[in-house]
């Protein structure tokens, strides 16, 4: 499907934005806007095509290229460098951040439930700390090449020079629903709530001796007790799907719920996780925390993320997060 005029201009618009400080973006996005619109006025005699759209786009540069030009002059960093010094850092805290969430797993895994949240919070710090320090880093060495060869330095920017205007991607809208998704996942959270509830067998096996066959548990007494808490969680999540999918879009209030749905689920999944036996099979038990630690910090992250997105009014990902705060 091609992109009408508007829509191509605000994609174009939108990456801009992506690369600029969050401070200077609204006018700035506003500003170009309003630029581009005339312009393609004047050169089409108010009948724009897609293609035209296109070539004046090219003409202007890649988003990358465009919102340098906005950065003021002083800068630490040059806009010759500053899209690899970009890279550099995104790729430097990025492993860090793998580095500390596997620690931070294997600790669990080892340690079992046993001060969950000041773990948490001493790997949060720690990748703090180690984020802020090589950043610096990273900033200093390119800082040095900037003042010693930063007017002879030309580096080539290909994406620069084979960026396609048609390829740019789409303004996402966080609020924006599907419908279908929503439908099968009230459905088999209602499937799996019956399941859970109605079968009491559920999580066993059937032994095929000699004699007569006898059922066995795989799942312990305690795991079992905690079985209304986690359908609560489940009921919960189901609701607010089901209320979401009746309003047909997601607002400030079912946001807010979503997260306090999240911390709830958090909850019931660190009960689970802080079992000293949840099967009756010792192996089965170690590959479960191992799985539940990993859910934990998934969701940990997503609570964040929505926090970072209710509070500060914008989407959080990891490629907006860091070019807000490098640009």
Do not use: C
Request: aromatic share 12%; net charge negative.
């Amino acid at each position: 499907m091609i992109m009408d005029t508007h829509e191509m201009i605000d994609r174009y618009v939108n990456e801009v934005g992506e690369n600029l400080p969050r401070k200077m973006r609204t006018d700035i996005e506003m500003e170009l806007r309003s630029l581009l619109l005339d312009t393609l006025e004047e050169q089409s005699d108010g009948e724009p095509t897609p293609k035209m759209t296109a070539a004046l786009l090219r003409e202007f540069g890649s988003p990358e290229t465009m919102a340098a030009q906005y950065r003021p002059a002083e800068s630490l960093i040059g806009p010759k460098l500053f899209p690899t010094y970009k890279v550099v850092v995104a790729i430097t805290v990025s492993i860090i951040g793998v580095l500390h969430l596997l620690w931070l797993g294997l600790v669990l895994w080892q340690n079992a439930g046993d001060d969950l949240i000041g773990r948490i919070l001493d790997m949060t710090f720690s990748f703090g700390r180690s984020a802020i320090l090589n950043a610096g880093i990273v900033t200093f060495i390119f800082a040095v090449i900037e003042r010693v060869a930063g007017d002879s330095l030309e580096l080539p920017d290909k994406k620069a020079q084979e960026w396609d205007p048609f390829e740019l991607p789409p303004v996402k809208d966080p609020d924006r629903i599907n419908r279908a998704e929503l439908a099968v996942g009230i459905f088999f959270g209602l499937l799996f709530l019956s399941w859970l509830n109605f079968f009491p067998n559920w999580f066993g096996g059937v032994n095929f001796g000699e004699e007569d066959p006898w059922f066995f548990a795989l799942v312990t007494a305690e795991f079992i007790a905690l079985i209304p808490l986690f359908s609560a969680s489940l009921l919960l999540d189901v609701v607010l799907k089901a209320i979401v999918f009746i309003q047909g879009r997601w607002n400030r209030v079912t946001r807010w719920i979503e997260v306090g749905s999240e911390i709830f689920g958090l909850y019931v999944v660190y009960r689970f996780f802080n079992l000293e036996e949840i099967s009756t099979v010792p192996f089965f038990t170690t590959i479960t925390k191992s799985i539940l630690a990993i859910v934990i910090i998934i969701v940990i992250l997503e609570i964040f993320g929505q926090l970072y997105r209710l509070l500060l009014g914008r989407p959080f990902t990891p490629r907006s997060f860091i070019k807000s705060k490098l640009a």
